[in-house]
Nanobody, 120 residues
Framework: HLVESGGGLVQSGGSLRLSCTAP????????LGWYRQAPGKQREGLAC???????YVADSVKDRFTISRDNAASAWYFQMNSLKFEDSAVYYC????????????????WGRGIQVSVSA
């Protein structure tokens, strides 16, 4: 299973780094991704990083958010800078497949989600 950490409450303009780990698995061969879902809205795919390190980040956040991975630690990260009130949501990490793109995001394995709240 996947475990998210690093969420919480932050002021507008602040930063958070989300982490996702797979304590019982090696994810070296998988594409890894991040999603979010705000109340009353559909889940939104934000970013992914393939097994080869190729990344995709949605246009809506690409100037503020960065995805990275540490295969030795079986972990990946989502650095979120210049946070806005509208970034408040439950954030989910996911894994699956080998490659990923805007059209194909990893979705085979999921974390339970972690709350990110940005004060206005």
């Amino acid at each position: 299973h996947l475990v998210e950490s690093g969420g919480g409450l932050v002021q507008s303009g602040g930063s958070l780094r989300l982490s996702c780990t797979a304590p019982e698995s090696s994810l070296v061969s998988y594409a890894l991704g991040w999603y979010r879902q705000a109340p009353g809205k559909q889940r939104e795919g934000l970013a992914c990083i393939g097994a080869d390190g190729t990344t995709y980040v949605a246009d809506s956040v690409k100037d503020r958010f960065t995805i990275s991975r540490d295969n030795a630690a079986s972990a990946w990260y989502f650095q979120m800078n210049s946070l806005k009130f509208e970034d408040s949501a439950v954030y989910y990490c996911a894994a699956g497949g080998i490659w990923c793109s805007a059209e194909v995001l990893p979705e085979d394995f999921w974390g339970r989600g972690i709350q990110v709240s940005v004060s206005a």
